[in-house]
C-alpha cells in the first residue's frame, strides 16, 4: 500500500509538474500577456556603444574629400556653381548605401545683388576728369582658382548702385563716433568720401552711421593690423605662404542689418508671396560703398592730408593715419585729387534653394533635432562655408549607413539642412523658418549650427542657449583633440578659455548666441529653438587676427585649408566627432540632455550685471527692480524642482509619457522666452534675453538699450521704455519659470 | 482495478488541472513579465457609463440653490459683493467632500472705471440755467433688490468725465454711416449732444464715431423695438409683469473697444508692471457719453425738432422720431433747451481676482482642459453672468465628489477659472492668458465658456473653432432636451438653426468666434487654443429681443430668472450636461475628439465667398488668389491624411506616443493660425482666420478689410496691404496643414 500510495504520489507529482510547466508556458496569461514590443523601444536610451564607434568611423580623408568636391568650383549663391552643389548634396543624401531616408531641394524666390559683370564697380582717384589712379578691380591671382570668371567681384551686396565723388577721409572703423570725431575736427564731412576698416560696426553701418554727415560715399578695407597680425607682403609674409591675407584680398559681404529675404520680412518668399518695395528696404547703406583690399587701402591713407589721427586709430600702414585735408597732401602724388566711386550693382530675384535631408525618428519621429549650415559661398568658400558642409556630409555618411544596414534608427527625427544664400543674410534658413513655423515650434528639440568648422586648430569653441551648455560638455569629454590619446576637447577648451561657475567652479567659458552670425539666427532669435554654433579656433595667445584672413576672399580655397587651416584635417575631424556626439545624444537619449539650472545661473549673471548698472537710476526714477529678482528666483526656484524630479524618476519603467513631459518643458523652455512685440524694429529678434543689443553689458538686452537711452535722454518717456522692457523680460522669465514648475504645483 | 486506474487518472487529472492553474496564475513569468499598471492606465479611454452617471446627477435644485446664493448682492468687480463671490467659490471649490483638488485666487491690479457715488452722473434738459427735466438717476424699485444701496448707477465704463451742453439730435445707432447721414442732412452736427439707440455698432463706437463730426456728448437708450418686441408698459407688460424691460431700465456696459487691462497691454497686470498713460490709452469715447432708460429717451426724442428720421431709424416710441433741429420743437416744452451731461466717472486701479480651480489629470496632467466662466456683474447679475457660474458649480460639485470619493480622476488636468472683472472688458481671463502665455500655448487642449448659460429657454446655440463641433455635437446627441425623454439636444437645435454642410447634410448651425463678446477672446484670439462659447437661447420665430431685456441692469436677478428665464432651472440643467459632456469628452479621450477636416470644410467656405467676392477685383491689380486656395486644398489633404492615421490607428494597444502625437497636432493646430504682428492695431486678435472684422462677408477677416478698404480708396499702397494679408492667411493655412501632414511626409 505504501509502495501504491508512493507511487501514486510520485506520479502525481510528475503529473502537477507537468501540469504547472504547460499552465506556465503553455497557456497566454489574461492578466500578464507578453510585454508588447514598443514598451522596450521607449525604454531604449542613448547606446554608448553606438557614439563610441561614431567617433571612430569619422574619417578625415572622407573630409578632405568631401571639402575637393565642394569647393571645386565659386559657388556664389544662385549661380551655377552652387546649383553644383545642390546636386552633390542631393546625390550623397540620396546614396543607396550612405544616404538619408529621404532629401529633397526647397526654392525660395529671394532678393539678392550682385555687381555687373560687364560693367564692373570702380573706384578711381581723379584730378578733374583725368584719372590719376585705379584701385584694383580683382584680387591677384597665385594659383588659377583667382583667375577662375566665376570669381565675384568684391563688392557691398545690397550696397546701392551710384556715382559719388570727394575729398578723401580715415574714419577709422565708421561707429558713429568715428564719424562724431571726425566730423567735429575737420568742422564738415559734407560731400567727402570716407575710407574705413572692417572691424567696430556691421558692414551696413558704416555706410548708415556716415550719411547723416554728408559723407557721400565709403571705402572698407580690411586693415593688416586686425586681420594679419600686421604682416603685409606677399613675397614671404601671406597667403601663399602663410595663412595671412595677400595685399589685394578684400572681404566681399552682405552690407544689410537684417537677416532673412528682404522684401518678404515674415512670409516666406514664394512666386506669389507679397514683397514689400524696394524704396522701403530698411537697414541698408543709403550711399555707395565698395570694399578694396589693403595695398589700395594703403595707397590712400599714407597720402592723406593732417590732422593726424589719434592712437587707437592707427593701424599697421608704415605712415602715419591722418584724418585727411578733406583729402590728400599737398606733397602726394595726389595733391587736390577726389577719390571716385561709380558702383553698378544690381538687386534681383533669385531662386535659391535649401537641400533637406532626413533620417525619420522611431519612438518619437514628431521630435525634430535640427543640424545645418549655409552651403552657399562668396567665392570657393573652403573655410566658409565648405568647411562646415564637408564635416556634415561626414557625420550623414555615417550615421546614413548605420541606418541603412538597419542597425540603428534615432529616437527622434534628425533633419539635415544645406541652406541657401546665407550669405545674402542668412535666407535659406530664415524662409525655411517662415515658411514651417509652426511645425518647428511645435516639435523642434535643437537646432546645431555648424558653418565654418575649423578657424583655426587650437580648440574647441561653443556658443549656445544655456540649456544646451551640459549636452556640448558631455560630447567634448568623450572627444579626444587631434594628437592626443588622453586630453580632451573639453580639457583643451578650458584651458584656451574658461570662466568660474557659481555651481560647477572652472569649466570652459561657452558663449550665447547674442547675434545673427550664421543661421541659427533664425532658429534661436525667431522660433527660441534651443541653438548651438560648433567650430574649432584659434589660439587667442597667437594671433589677433579678427577672423581667419582669407574670409570672403578668393583665397579662401580647399588649397588654403590643406596648407594652413588645417593639415591632415584632423581639427574637422575633432568637430565633426564633438557636434555628432551632440546630435545623438540629443537624438537618442530618453530624456533630453538639457539642464534648466544652467539656464538659471546665465540668468542670475545677467540680473547681477543688471542691478549693479541700473539699480540706483531705475530706483531715482521711481521703478523698481523687485519684480525681476523675483522672477529670476522663481525661476531658479523651478528649475530646481524640474531637476529634482528628474533624478527622482525612473523613465525607463514608467509610461513615456513621463518623460515625454519633462522633455516638452526642456524642448519649450526657450521657446517662453519669445516676444514677438518686444522688439519691433529688429527683424525676427524675438527672444527676449539673447536678442541683439547696443550696449556693451552682458545683460538684458532690451532693458540694457532702453536704460542707456533714457540715461543719455533723460527723457520721462525713455525712462518709461526702460520700465516696459523691464516688465517684458520680468514677465518672459517668470513665464519660462511656470512652464518648468511640477505640473502639480499651483498654475 | 478499473475503479482504482480511474480514480488514479481522475486524481492524477485533477492534479495535473490544479498544476496547470498554479503555473499559470502562481508563477511569474520572465518572457513576459505582468504588464506594469501604467500600460493599463494610458489604455483607458473615455467611460461612457461615467459620463452618463454624470448626466443624470445633475440637479436643478443644486443649480438654483447656487443661483440664489451668487446672487444675493450686487457684486460689480472689485466690491465687497465680489469679494464675497470669491470666498463662496473658494468655499465651494475647497469643500473636503465636494471640492477639487486645489482652488486659489489670483489677483491683478487692473484699471476700471466707475461713476462718483458722492456726485451722480446727471443728464438734464436745461433752458440757460434753468433746469427744464432730469434724466432719473437710477432704475425703478419694483422689489428690494433695485434699492440695495450697491446697486451701481447705470454709467458709461470708460467714458470720460467732463461736461456737455449742446441742442439734441437723434442719432439712430450711432454708427458712421448714421452720423454721415445726420451730418448731411442738418448741415453740421457742431456742438450737438446725440441720442442714440444701442446695436447697430459697439458702444464705445458710438462716442468714437460721433466725435469728428463735432458732436459733444452721446446718450445711448435701448429702444423697445429692439429689446422688447415693442412692450413699453410695466404697468402689464415688461418685468416685474414678463421678462421685458421695463421703461426706466438702463443697459450698462464698458465703453471701451479693446480687451484686457488697458494700461497693460500684453503684460500681466501686476502691482510693478509698466503702465501706459492714461492719455494714451485708445478705443475709448472721446466726448462724454451716458446711457439712459427708455422712457426718459422717450420724453426726448419725441419732442424733436424735424425733419423726419428715416423708417429703419424709427423705433417704438408713439410719435415720429427726427432728427432735431437740432434741438427741441417750437411746439415742445422744450422748446430751445439744451441738453446737457455732467459725467463725474473716476478710473482708479483696482485689485480683481480670478479664483482657479484644478482636477490634476491621471496619465496626462501636463495637459490642460480649461473651462471657465466670469465672476463679476454689473448689478446682481443673475442670467449675467451668474447663470453660467451656478452650471460651473454644478459640474464641478459632481466632478469634485467623483474625484474625492477616488471613483474617477481625469486622464489630463481640468482646470476651473472664475475670471474678474470681465465686465470692464474681459479683464481677468485676458490677464491670465498675458501671465501663463507660455504654460498655457504649451498645454491647453481646449477652453469652454459658458457665460451666461440661459438666454432663454429655445435651443443650444455654441459658437466654437470648427475643430471643436464634432465633440460639441456628440455631447448634445446625448443629452435630451428639457421636458423629453427622446429628442436630443442636437436634433431641437437642428430644428432652430441648421445649415447644409457639403460633407455631413444638414446639422445644426454652430457660430465662430469672431469677435470679443466674452472671456474665451483671449484664449481663442490671444493664445490660439481652440475655445468654445455654450448657452441655451431664444426662439427667433418667438422674439426679436437683441438680448434678453433685462441685460445689465437692475432688474437681471434671482427673480428675473427663476420667474421668466428658467423656471425649474432645467435649461441651466440642459446647458450644465451638455457643456459637461463636451468637458469629460476632452479630458477623458485616449484621442482628442476634434476633427481636423471640420476645419477643412470652414476654409473651404471662406475660400470660397473670397474668390466670388475678391477674386475678379485682385485680379485686376496683379494679384493671384492661386497661392490661397492650394493652400487650402493642402489644408484639406493633410486633415484627410491626419484622419486615415486616426483611422488606422490602434492607439489602445499601441505606445501612448502615438497617441500623444495624434493629440498634439490636433491640440496645436488653432495655434498655428497665429501671428502676432498681422493685426497691430487690434489688440490681443493674433488668429488670423478668427480676428475681428469690419466686413460683413464671412471670410478671412485681414483679407476681406483690406480689400474692402483698397476697392474704397483705389489707392496702390493698399491693394498691396490685400496682397499682404492675402499672403499672411496663406501662409498660416499652409503651415497648419504642414503641422497636420503626417510626420512622415516630406517636411
Known sequence: ????????????????????????????????????????????????????????????????????????????????????TVEYMLKRWQDKDTGLDAAWREDYRVYLSFPDKDKPNKVTVVRGSEVVASIREKEKAYYPEQDDPNVVQPYAAFGPAGHAK??????????????????????????????????????????????????????????????????????????????????????????????????????????????????????????????????????????LEGPEAPENWQGSFPCKYNFGGPGFKDTSRFKDCDVQLDVYNKAELRDSANVMGVIWGSVEP???????????????????????????????????????????????????????AEEFGLIGSAEYAEEYISKLSQRTVAYINVDISVFANATLRASASPVAQHVIFAASKQVKIPGSDTVSVYDNWMQHSNRSSPTYGLIPNMGYLTGAGSDYAAFMHYLGISSMDIAYTYDRRKTRARIYPAYHTAYDTFDYVDKFIDPGFTSHQTVARTAGNVLLRLADSILLPFKSSDYAETLEQYLNVAV????????????????????????????????????????????????????DQLMLLDRAFLNPLAFPDKYGFR?????????????????????????????????????????????????????LAEAHAAL
Request: net charge neutral; charged share 20%.
Open 1 to 84: 500500500m505504501l509502495k501504491k500510495v508512493l507511487l501514486f504520489t510520485l506520479g502525481g507529482a510528475a503529473v502537477f509538474t507537468i501540469g504547472i510547466l504547460i499552465g506556465h508556458f503553455g497557456i497566454k496569461k489574461n492578466t500578464s500577456a507578453p510585454l508588447p514590443q514598443w514598451v522596450h523601444e521607449v525604454a531604449q536610451d542613448v547606446d554608448e556603444n553606438l557614439v563610441e564607434k561614431f567617433i571612430a568611423q569619422v574619417d578625415t580623408t572622407q573630409i578632405r574629400e568631401n571639402l575637393q568636391v565642394l569647393t571645386r568650383v565659386p559657388h556664389m549663391a544662385t549661380t551655377a556653381g552652387d546649383e553644383a
Open 166 to 303: 570727394g575729398k578723401l577721409v580715415y574714419a577709422n572703423q565708421g561707429k558713429v563716433t568715428d564719424y562724431e570725431h571726425l566730423n567735429n575736427t575737420l568742422g564738415s564731412l559734407n560731400g567727402t568720401i570716407a575710407i574705413v576698416r572692417y572691424g567696430g560696426a556691421g558692414r551696413a553701418d558704416k555706410g548708415f552711421n556716415a550719411a547723416p554727415f554728408g559723407v557721400v560715399g565709403v571705402l572698407v578695407y580690411t586693415d593688416p593690423y586686425d586681420i594679419n597680425d600686421g604682416k603685409m607682403s606677399d613675397e614671404s609674409e601671406t597667403y601663399p605662404h602663410s595663412w595671412y591675407l595677400p595685399p589685394s584680398g578684400v572681404e566681399r559681404g552682405s552690407y544689410s542689418t537684417s537677416f532673412g529675404d528682404q522684401l518678404t520680412p515674415y512670409l516666406a518668399a514664394k512666386n506669389g508671396t507679397y514683397r514689400i518695395e524696394e524704396k522701403d528696404i530698411t537697414g541698408v547703406s543709403p550711399i555707395p560703398i565698395q570694399p578694396i583690399g589693403f595695398e589700395d587701402a594703403m595707397n590712400l591713407i599714407c597720402e
Open 366 to 420: 514628431d521630435r525634430y533635432v535640427i543640424y545645418g549650415n549655409h552651403r552657399d559661398s562668396w567665392v570657393h568658400g573652403a573655410v566658409d562655408p565648405s568647411s562646415g558642409t564637408a564635416v556634415m556630409l561626414e557625420i550623414t555618411r555615417i550615421l546614413g549607413q548605420l541606418v541603412k544596414t538597419e542597425k540603428w534608427r534615432p529616437r527622434r527625427t534628425v533633419i539635415f539642412g544645406s541652406w541657401g
Open 612 to 663: 549693479e548698472n541700473f539699480n540706483t537710476e531705475l530706483t531715482a526714477n521711481g521703478i523698481s527692480m523687485e519684480p525681476l529678482k523675483e522672477a529670476v528666483k522663481s525661476f531658479r526656484s523651478a528649475a530646481r524642482s524640474l531637476e529634482e524630479t528628474i533624478s527622482s524618476s525612473d523613465v525607463v519603467s514608467n509610461s513615456p509619457l513621463k518623460a515625454r513631459r519633462i522633455n
Open 687 to 739: 527672444h527676449v534675453i539673447w536678442a541683439s543689443r547696443s550696449s556693451a553689458l552682458a545683460t538684458f538686452p532690451g532693458l540694457a538699450d532702453a536704460v542707456m537711452k533714457a540715461k543719455t535722454s533723460g527723457l520721462k518717456q525713455d525712462w518709461a521704455q526702460a520700465h516696459k522692457h523691464l516688465s517684458i523680460v520680468t514677465q518672459a522669465i517668470s513665464g519660462a519659470a511656470h512652464t
